[in-house]
């Protein structure tokens, strides 16, 4: 209540302390609370609610409450909303609704989701796949560093829905293995990150040989200017949700900055991985990842590796394992900073701090999904910290910085750190 309302009860007090009790104003009820929004209310089909019931999902996300109305009426849709926020379903029903009971011919797929990683499109697949189930939809996923012949096999057989990266969607529209005639509904996820890597050349190649009047589902965690290319080419009238902060940070989500010694670093760096619980630590570069799993491993902590020298069959293992907890560190590069959804992940640490606000932002959004809670911590040398300072300015996000050294307690109650139990362990 505030201090108005505060006063009419009181005076109502007053009133009925002096009047006859049949004069006293009758007791107000409480107002009713507003009824939850439903994906039935936004517009989704029965079929796919019953499947979204059979997983547990009952209640939209703010991205999907907001986004899905628009796209399943055929909209183009420009949604920004952090990583984690559940966009994958707010462009999957749509996609699944706008495709449903139509057969796809051999080689033209209905719908195409556009991904930057290997690892996104896998983690998208398996999030649309009972859904597509569920509307008797085919899905298939095209990447680089798996068999071309398993994914030319199932495209001239016919699937509705391509979730791909562009590389390898580009050499199999080369081939003639792809046609994009037919394609009605196109979804660019993590755009940005896309643009980042450099594949914008190949998006607008693609989205060039997609009909015009098909509709287009971008989303994106932040917004550019290469972005914002993509948007006045190929997007018509867009319909413009964003669910989240500009410097897409969350509550849930506490930032920590621990200035260390260098020679204290590596140190620092073994107590935190042998804490209880899982933990991913971002690194530069493939050569420092080995590195530092190597270091982990010799000191008693199961840690495994994560980067773009790995084979395709090496990052699914290594993924898998740590995200079933058999593997509780995984050290990786920034390669890793988006396609990862680990349940229950509560801390990411920065070992080696990024240069880019937005590579800060994807490595922090790992942790604190779903409204979840989580940190993020960065370690940072002494010459390191104007370059942080600078950083985390940009990246519109206030740390608490703390002094650490190995075996304090402040880094215990941070990170939960212990220390290593010192007896080597094999790698996985």
Known sequence: MNGHEDGSVQGRRESAALSPPALSPPALSPPAPTPAVTFADLGVPDRLVAALAAEGVTLPFPIQSATLPNAL?????????????????????????????????????????????????QQVTDALTPYARAVGARLTSVVGGAP????????RKG????????????????????????????????????????????IADLLDRVPAEGQRLLFSATLDRSVDRLVERYLSDPVVHSVDPAAGAVTTLEH??????????????????????????????????????????????????????????????????????????????????????????????????????KDYLHRSGRTARAGNHGSVVTLVT?????????????????????????????????????APSGVPVLGT
């Open 73 to 121: 009426a055929g909209r183009d849709v420009l949604g920004r909303g952090r990583t984690g926020s559940g966009k994958t379903l707010a462009f999957g029903l749509a996609t699944l609704a706008r495709t449903a009971g139509t057969r796809a011919a051999p080689r033209r797929p209905l719908a195409l989701v556009l991904v930057p990683t290997r690892e996104l499109a």
């Open 148 to 155: 071309l012949s398993r994914q030319t096999y199932a495209l």
């Open 159 to 202: 699937v509705e829905i391509v979730i791909a990266t562009p590389g390898r969607l580009t050499d199999l529209v080369v081939r003639g293995d792809c046609l994009l005639d037919r394609v009605s509904v196109t979804v660019l996820d993590e755009a940005d990150q896309m643009t980042d890597m450099g594949f914008a050349p190949q």
């Open 256 to 357: 920590h900055v621990l200035h260390v010694h260098a020679d204290d670093k590596q140190a620092a760096t073994a107590e935190i991985a042998a804490r209880t619980g899982r933990v991913i630590l971002f690194l530069d570069t493939k050569h420092a990842v080995d590195r530092l799993t190597g270091d982990l491993l010799s000191r008693g902590v199961l840690a495994a590796a994560l980067h773009g020298g790995k084979t395709q069959p090496q990052r699914t293992r290594a993924l898998a394992r740590f995200k079933s907890g058999q593997v509780p560190v995984l050290v990786a590069t920034s390669v890793a900073a988006r396609g990862i959804h680990v349940d229950g992940l509560d801390l990411v640490v920065n070992v080696d701090p990024p240069a880019d606000p």
């Open 382 to 418: 002494p010459k390191q910290r104007r370059a942080t300072a600078r950083l985390m300015s940009r990246a519109g996000v206030e740390p608490r910085i703390t002094r650490v050294r190995p075996g304090e307690a402040e880094l215990r109650r941070i990170t939960g750190a212990q």
